[in-house]
């Protein structure tokens, strides 16, 4: 059974701290995606990654940072956190091909005091 | 401002009653339309898609209705289930994309 896991479900962090999201994929997918979550708005896409080192900013990069060293691995940073980045966040990945079906982790939801 | 643009936000519906979600998009590059569906706990999962050279797809109790003039497409639920209960996104993406825009979601409720 195909798996998208992120590492923690709640989190729990102080304003202006450094927060490590961790996604992994054990598809082999080349594609990896990290969205938030917020009532009314949808899934809003933050970063994207089609390869291993390589990564593309999505519709609100802003505040956020991503590492993709290892395929199966997408990391999404934020760096000095802030009361607005409270979210679910969901990580996805798909093959590389166009439009291919996307596969969600559960999602962490996030909360910056 | 939002692409794609999804109504109502929450919807009530009894046993067996049908659900019909719109959504309606700007940009006329988009060429896929998929329907995620999502239950409480989970993240979201594909439900059902549809391109442009159809104006429907079902499968099963879902169909996809799509009206490329208007540039709107909605999702229908035929004999609605309690099981059904989840929040819906529609979304779009370019032909030679892979970049998703969602709707705003909807949270569907089936009462028995």
């Known amino acids: 059974d195909v798996k998208v896991t992120q590492s923690s479900r709640y989190l729990v962090k102080r304003t202006g701290e450094k927060v490590f999201l961790e996604c992994v994929q054990d598809m082999d997918h080349e594609n990896m995606f990290w969205y938030r979550q917020d009532p009314g708005l949808g899934l809003r896409l933050i970063y994207f990654s089609y390869d291993v080192k390589m990564k593309e900013k999505g519709d609100i990069p802003e505040g956020y940072s991503v590492s993709r060293e290892k395929k199966e691995r997408f990391s999404l940073i934020l760096e000095s956190a802030s009361t607005n980045q409270t979210s679910m966040y969901l990580c996805a990945s798909n093959r590389g091909s166009t439009n291919e079906k996307l596969f969600f982790g559960s999602g962490t939801q996030l909360s910056v005091l | 401002q939002q692409q794609v643009k999804q109504s109502p936000q929450s919807l009530i519906v009894q046993k067996g009653g049908i659900s019909i979600i719109n959504c309606a998009y700007e940009n006329t590059a988009f060429d896929y339309f998929p329907w995620y569906q999502q239950f409480p706990g989970k993240g979201p999962a594909l439900l059902i898609a549809?391109?442009?050279?159809?104006s429907e797809k079902k499968e099963g109790r879902f169909t996809i209705s799509f009206n490329k003039s208007a540039k709107q497409f909605s999702l229908h639920i035929m004999d609605s289930q309690p099981g059904d209960s989840a929040t819906y996104f529609c979304?779009?993406?370019?032909?030679?994309?892979?970049?998703?825009?969602f709707g705003g979601g909807t949270r569907v409720l089936v009462k028995p």
């Open positions: 549809i391109r442009p050279d159809v």
């Open positions: 979304a779009a993406s370019r032909a030679a994309g892979n970049k998703l825009t």
